[in-house]
T-cell receptor, first 115, second 113 residues
Framework: AQKVTQAQTEISVVEKEDVTLDCVYE???????LFWYKQPPSGELVFLIR??????QNEISGRYSWNFQKSTSSFNFTITASQVVDSAVYFC????????????FGTGTQLKVEL | SAVISQKPSRDICQRGTSLTIQCQVD?????MFWYRQQPGQSLTLIAT?????????ESGFVIDKFPISRPNLTFSTLTVSNMSPEDSSIYLC??????????FGSGTRLTVV
């Protein structure tokens, strides 16, 4: 069975600080997909990134970057120069192709960015 | 990627009643997924809805409590039946979009009093 662990329940930072959100996953499959979603207070889920298990290249998109390391089963998310608008709950999720295409979510990390 | 319109966005319901949530997608999709997010919790898959067949429910969820309809490739409904305060949650529908990116509806915030 697959599992996603986000050990950080809540993180508070001051604006302009860098912050890293941790995600550790468990699966026996060699093919899988990892996702990050942002859930602002309004409640909708905003897709941030998808990464497949064969692509270990790290990715940068503006102030966001992702570090995928299969050796440690981690897919961490870093926000550089955080802003108040980054305040949200961030979810890491895992999909196994043979698992009915469902997403297994971590418990989420509440990020609070203060002035 | 697909755009999902989900209704209602929020509702306050009396216990013992039922609420039907609708999701309309702007393109044809094979699978639609229904998730529940209890207050302060993560998302849990309720069921997968395929057009033309019965929905597949996850462990802990039953059709009598959460009946689902999928009349065509762009529309689905989830009904929360005989509601109790424990059903107070955000309910979200989701589809698989381009490149296996999952798109979610805006969610339905349900409060049962």
């Amino acid at each position: 069975a697959q599992k996603v662990t986000q050990a950080q329940t809540e993180i508070s930072v001051v604006e302009k600080e860098d912050v890293t959100l941790d995600c550790v996953y468990e699966t026996r499959d060699t093919t899988y997909y990892l996702f990050w979603y942002k859930q602002p207070p309004s409640g909708e889920l905003v897709f941030l990134i998808r990464r497949n298990s064969f692509d270990e290249q790290n990715e940068i998109s503006g102030r966001y970057s992702w570090n995928f390391q299969k050796s440690t089963s981690s897919f961490n998310f870093t926000i550089t120069a955080s802003q108040v608008v980054d305040s949200a709950v961030y979810f890491c999720a895992l999909r196994i192709p043979g698992g009915g295409n469902k997403l297994t979510f971590g418990t989420g990390t509440q990020l609070k960015v203060e002035l | 990627s697909a755009v999902i319109s989900q209704k209602p966005s929020r509702d306050i319901c009396q216990r013992g009643t039922s609420l039907t949530i609708q999701c309309q997608v702007d393109s044809q999709v094979t699978m639609m997924f229904w998730y529940r997010q209890q207050p302060g919790q993560s998302l849990t898959l309720i069921a997968t809805a395929n057009q033309g067949s019965e929905a597949t429910y996850e462990s802990g969820f039953v059709i009598d409590k959460f009946p689902i309809s999928r009349p065509n490739l762009t529309f689905s409904t989830l009904t929360v039946s005989n509601m109790s305060p424990e059903d107070s949650s955000i309910y979200l529908c989701s589809v698989i979009g381009d490149n296996y990116g999952y798109t979610f509806g805006s969610g339905t915030r349900l409060t049962v009093v």
